[in-house]
């Protein structure tokens, strides 16, 4: 497993859109601990839920199964445009 991501001011749907697009499992950590993997919608939906402020996700952490959905992730975080990953 790769290392973690910090994700900060994301935009939910954007963020959503590019978790379609990722191949292998994406989890979300919680700073209690919990390990949601975002490939289910329903663990999407409870762990983004906790943590959406203002219809943005506030802070998240993430894992990725795969380097190039950790890539994705990364660009998307930096650059907040879901229409540059593959």
């Given at each position: 497993m790769s290392k973690m991501i910090e994700l900060h001011d994301i935009d939910v749907p954007g963020f959503l859109a590019?978790?379609?697009?990722?191949?292998?499992?994406?989890?979300?950590?919680?700073?209690d601990g919990d390990k949601l993997n975002l490939k289910s919608k329903l663990c999407q939906l409870v762990g983004l839920?906790?943590?959406?402020?203002?219809?943005k996700i506030a802070e998240a952490f993430v894992m990725c199964d795969n380097p190039e959905d950790e890539s994705k992730l990364f660009r998307f975080n930096l650059y907040k445009d879901e229409t540059?990953?593959?």
């Open positions: 590019v978790l379609d697009k990722c191949v292998g499992n994406v989890y979300l950590m919680t700073r839920t906790a943590l959406i402020e203002g219809g540059d990953t593959k």
